[in-house]
């Protein structure tokens, strides 16, 4: 039955109305400026506004519509950097061919070989998604995507590299709608800034996507180079702050006829600094951390797409990444509390080894005679390889002056290979309703063996197996009226998980089928006004770093491991957002609530193989229920030609359930306590755009985050001041920037805790530096790429983390 309605609904789709009467237009679309073909322009047959036809220009520039209905029509042609040409044709009895012949002409604003950036940054919001436009003032933010999107409503970055949305570091990460096995925080840091098109938020997925994580998707868009022949795209800049830090990539673009070469490279390098102040107040123990991470980077892409026809494109392209990183960690802890064993303990440790990840895709896209009818084919491969080597050197001095001294090495060894393969299918039934279905296999097979000198450890060694089968079938059903739009949708999906540690000493099995759902209700008030209702059901698995039982990281007083038995974390999100189109800008506000069952969440407690009493145990674990609200609202505004603002607010209140350990000096033990708080989070951003001419410009930037008063510790304020300027020559092929991040210094992590003893402390890295860019473009002409699905990732990469 599936076949037949399938096969009656392709055919139903494409089949034409034969007449008796009909006619034909044809010709062909060519450049005003030197009379050479465009292919692949779009060319669109309408009659009372409505699109009967539409049909693409070949590799002459050439386009035919054939069997149309003898009426009056209206013919719209477009294609990418060229203004649009809108005419009329007639078919009558007497006359049943016509042959219009367009030479479009350029956009002012369209330089060759230059991809054009606005000089704001704008905000729109869509039917499933807040889309950041990324202008020019963003992109002098600094040299990565990490340094710009603290600049994005809603969005906070935190010392360790780590992105949040809406004040939930539960948010899946995207690079052109495709999930990636390196690290969101590290793959920030390799994406230059000024290849950054645009930021899509989508806080409320539909059931297409992949239903992980809580608070959304962050996906961010890369320019495409849309140029023809040869030509490219370079950017360096260099980030000035304790040490230098170098940062340069270089795009690449060669097409001719059906075929489109295509690559990048880009390199990140230099040393990086953090510090950390702890205090313990009930036994005066203070604990100073230096760290110094010496990082060197590579990430290259290379491709191609052919278009075999008008219908049917076939790409590949396979992306290489190799980190090689360089972490020393000091700590220092003064015990200034007359126990006699401890006077004063020195740990220095270094970590070392590559990351290597291998990604290959193949896609393949038809394009049926209908408009915006589409079948799409992709799979893709990646396998991350990870090694880690580690040494601590331990000396221990007690208050007679006598020292010991512990010294051992550990290595890590990680291996995750994950495939993919998608089928996605787009079918307009009519010119108001829509229909989507498609299927999605991912499979992931993870490794890793941990092997320790350490005279304390339990075992000497062990291996870590995490193997997840997620098969999954959507369809979503929308229809678009005058002033009402809607969309209902649901995915099924089968999750089968499997861990393994030494060898069947402890497993952990899950296996489940579950239903997300998702609707959107959207009604325009009038052109200016539009109100948005969604829901959706989302889910939160462990990751491999939440749950593999071997040290992240490790300092005298604390040890980060993961938890294997921990459950996925499912919740329901309903949001209603406004948008109010302005003459000079826009605004968007929005209210959003979730409710959360089993959430994951931090742990903290004491380890009971440390006979001092003095050394923690961070981890994860589950709890029952909470539930979150929050708003936010967003400004754009050109006050006037020179001087613009983008002014946003976000807050988020959460009720979050957690467990603690409290401390009984008497007894000298600690015992656990289940502890409720509300925890709540206020952010303020304000950019400031001066134009003094064509070619200078200047910036001023704001960020304000308020306290959080969290299960385990309390976190401060957090606050910063950047001012930055842009000069443009050559035509616009060339960009110079300059930013001072962090003018006065204030940015910095401090919190206070009485769980489970009162401590204070405070982190500081690299937040005041100096940033020069130069970017520089490249070529001419135009072409057409393929347009991919959106892919999100399925596992929480939040690993935790310490620097």
């Not at 809406?166 to 390799?190: E, H, W, Y």
């Not at 890590?412 to 996605?424: E, M, P, Q, S």
């Amino acid at each position: 039955m599936k076949l037949k309605f399938l096969l009656f609904a392709l055919l139903g789709v494409i089949a034409t109305t034969q007449a008796q009467n009909t006619g034909t237009v044809s010709g062909k679309i060519t450049e005003k400026s030197n009379g050479m073909p465009i292919s692949y322009a779009t060319v669109s047959l309408k009659e009372n506004g409505k699109v009967v036809s539409g049909v693409n220009t070949d590799d002459n520039g050439d386009y035919s519509f054939k069997n149309i209905a003898l009426k009056s029509y209206t013919i719209e042609i477009q294609y990418i950097g060229f203004r649009k040409y809108i005419g009329s044709v007639l078919l009558s009895d007497t006359k049943k061919t016509a042959t219009i012949n367009i030479a479009l002409e350029e956009e002012a604003t369209q330089l060759k070989g230059v991809n054009v950036i606005a000089e704001r940054s704008t905000i729109e919001q869509k039917i499933d998604r807040k889309v950041v436009n990324v202008g020019k003032d963003l992109t002098t933010a600094g040299a990565s995507a990490s340094d710009i999107m603290n600049n994005i409503p809603s969005v906070n970055v935190d010392q360790d590299g780590k992105l949040s949305l809406r004040g939930n570091d539960n948010v899946r990460v995207l690079i052109d709608g495709r999930p990636s096995n390196i690290d969101p925080a590290q793959l920030l840091k390799q994406i230059p800034s000024t290849s950054i098109k645009k930021i899509e938020l989508i806080t409320n997925p539909s059931a297409k996507y992949n239903p992980e994580g809580m608070s959304g998707i962050i996906n961010i868009i890369l320019h495409k180079n849309a140029n023809t022949g040869f030509n490219g795209t370079y950017s360096g800049g260099i980030t000035f702050g304790k040490t230098a830090k170098y940062n340069q990539s270089l795009d690449l673009n060669y097409k001719t006829g059906k075929v489109n070469f295509f690559g990048n490279v880009g390199q990140n390098f230099g040393k990086y600094k953090n510090d950390g102040l702890v205090k313990r107040y009930d036994q005066d123990i203070t604990q100073k951390i230096d760290v110094l991470n010496d990082n060197d980077s590579y990430l290259y892409k290379i491709g191609m797409d052919y278009l075999i026809n008008d219908h049917n494109t076939l790409s590949i392209y396979t992306n290489q990444n190799k980190s090689t990183g360089k972490g020393y960690v000091d700590t220092n802890i003064d015990y200034n509390n007359d126990d006699p064993n401890f006077l004063n303990v020195f740990q220095k440790s270094r970590y070392w080894g590559p990351e290597t990840t291998g990604t290959y895709n193949l896609a393949y896209k038809h394009i049926f005679k209908k408009e915006g009818h589409t079948l799409d084919f992709e799979g893709n491969y990646s396998d991350t390889k990870e090694d880690q080597n580690a040494s601590f050197d331990t000396q221990t001095t007690a208050s007679d002056n006598s020292t010991n001294s512990v010294v051992y090495d550990d290595v890590i060894r990680a291996d995750r290979k994950l495939g993919t393969f998608n089928v996605d299918y787009v079918n307009p039934l009519n010119e108001k309703t829509t229909l989507e279905a498609g299927a999605e296999a991912r499979i992931t097979r993870t490794d890793n063996d941990y092997a320790t000198g350490n005279p304390l450890a339990a075992t000497p060694s062990s291996n870590y197996t995490y193997d997840t089968d997620i098969y999954s079938a959507y369809v979503t059903f929308g229809q678009k009226y005058k002033k009402f739009s809607y969309q209902v949708g649901a995915r099924f999906e089968s999750y089968k998980v499997q861990t393994n540690l030494n060898h069947g000493e402890s497993k952990f099995d899950d296996d489940y089928i579950t239903l997300y759902p998702s609707a959107y209700f959207t009604y325009n008030l009038n052109e200016k006004n539009t109100i948005q209702f969604s829901y959706s059901r989302r889910v939160d698995r462990p990751s491999l770093e939440q749950t593999k039982p071997i040290r992240e990281f490790s300092t005298p007083l604390l040890t980060s491991l993961g938890s294997p038995d921990l459950r996925p974390q499912f919740t329901n999100s309903v949001e209603v957002n406004y948008t109010k189109t302005l003459e000079k800008g826009s605004f968007t506000a929005g209210v959003f609530f979730r409710s959360i069952n089993d959430q994951i969440s931090r742990v903290l407690y004491p380890d009971n193989t440390d006979p001092s009493g003095n050394r923690q145990i961070l981890t994860f674990t589950n709890f029952d229920h909470n539930t979150s609200y929050g708003f936010e609202a967003s400004f754009n505004y050109k006050i006037t030609k020179w001087w613009d603002i983008s002014p946003s607010i976000d807050f988020s209140s959460i009720n979050q359930q957690g467990v603690v350990y409290v401390f009984d000096p008497k007894e000298n033990e600690s015992s656990p306590e289940n502890r409720t708080v509300t925890v709540a989070a206020f952010n303020g951003r304000m950019n400031s755009n001066f134009k003094a001419n064509k070619r200078l410009s200047f910036l001023l930037f704001g960020f304000f985050r308020s306290g959080v008063n969290g299960v385990q510790n309390n976190s401060h304020d957090m606050y910063k001041m950047d001012i930055g300027s842009r000069y443009t020559l050559l035509d616009n092929k060339m960009n110079i920037s300059v930013r001072f991040n962090d003018v006065f210094n204030t940015m910095k992590y401090a919190f206070d805790s009485v769980y489970p003893y009162p401590v204070t402390g405070q982190f500081k890295w690299e937040s005041q530096t100096v940033y020069v860019g130069l970017t520089y473009n490249f070529g001419g002409g135009k072409i057409k790429n393929l347009q991919r699905k959106q892919r999100d990732d399925n596992t929480n990469k939040d690993g935790g983390g310490m620097f």
